[in-house]
């Protein structure tokens, strides 16, 4: 697990790094969210924001989803304020934690994101030039294939991911399929069509 808080609360969030790193993850800090998007945007990944309630969330949450970087954020403060913490999910957390913090509390949120199978996504340059030159069908057709792949043939599943109807998944892999491409079976590792 790692994690990158942002802001500063007195101390407060410094003892909530301690309780994740006793809890076993790794964390950095960054003061405001230029600083946070750089090291994001370097390479230094996360798989949870801690950040305080006086930063701009919503800003955040609008930088991240620009550089295509997909993280949870959690918000804290120094008060068990509702309307704060209601502002802070308004804006784009996931969790408002009322700091100082419970330990119990941060223990349940880094195994709740660590549960997620949601991986940390990031711009890619790579994935950008897996993707030039080729025809959007055949963009299409990988990413079906490579999400059905993931579900383990759970089409209901793999359909949901992609936010198409199961029937439209199933008629575009019966196509696959009578191209002799290889298609996984539903529910199965085993794969059908072209050997």
């Given at each position: 697990?790692?994690?990158?808080?942002?802001?500063?609360?007195?101390?407060?969030?410094?003892?909530?790094?301690?309780?994740?790193?006793?809890?076993?993850?790794s964390a950095v800090h960054a003061d405001r969210i230029d600083t946070a998007m750089a090291m994001l945007c370097s390479g230094t990944g996360a798989d949870l924001l801690m950040v305080d309630i006086a930063i701009d969330i919503r800003d955040l949450v609008l930088r991240l989803d620009a550089e295509?970087?997909?993280?949870?954020?959690v918000a804290c403060g120094t008060h068990n304020?509702?309307?704060?913490?209601?502002?802070?999910?308004?804006?784009?957390?996931?969790?408002?934690?009322p700091l100082p913090p419970d330990p119990q509390m941060i223990g349940a949120i880094l195994a709740a994101v660590a549960e997620d199978t949601c991986?940390?996504?990031?711009?890619?340059?790579?994935?950008?030039?897996?993707?030039?030159?080729?025809t959007v069908a055949d963009v299409e057709r990988d990413l079906i294939l490579e999400t059905l792949k993931r579900c383990l043939g759970n089409r209901t599943h793999a359909a949901d991911i992609l936010g198409i109807s199961v029937r439209t998944l199933r008629n575009?892999?019966?196509?696959?399929?009578?191209?002799?491409?290889?298609?996984?079976?539903?529910?199965?590792?085993?794969?059908?069509?072209?050997?």
């Amino acid at each position: 697990m790692r994690l990158l808080t942002i802001g500063t609360l007195k101390g407060q969030l410094t003892a909530a790094v301690k309780i994740a790193r006793d809890k076993g993850a790794s964390a950095v800090h960054a003061d405001r969210i230029d600083t946070a998007m750089a090291m994001l945007c370097s390479g230094t990944g996360a798989d949870l924001l801690m950040v305080d309630i006086a930063i701009d969330i919503r800003d955040l949450v609008l930088r991240l989803d620009a550089e295509r970087i997909v993280v949870p954020v959690v918000a804290c403060g120094t008060h068990n304020d509702a309307p704060a913490a209601i502002a802070a999910i308004d804006a784009g957390a996931r969790e408002y934690i009322p700091l100082p913090p419970d330990p119990q509390m941060i223990g349940a949120i880094l195994a709740a994101v660590a549960e997620d199978t949601c991986d940390l996504v990031c711009r890619d340059e790579g994935i950008a030039n897996r993707i030039v030159g080729r025809t959007v069908a055949d963009v299409e057709r990988d990413l079906i294939l490579e999400t059905l792949k993931r579900c383990l043939g759970n089409r209901t599943h793999a359909a949901d991911i992609l936010g198409i109807s199961v029937r439209t998944l199933r008629n575009k892999l019966t196509v696959y399929a009578s191209d002799g491409v290889r298609v996984p079976p539903p529910n199965s590792g085993e794969v059908r069509g072209a050997a």
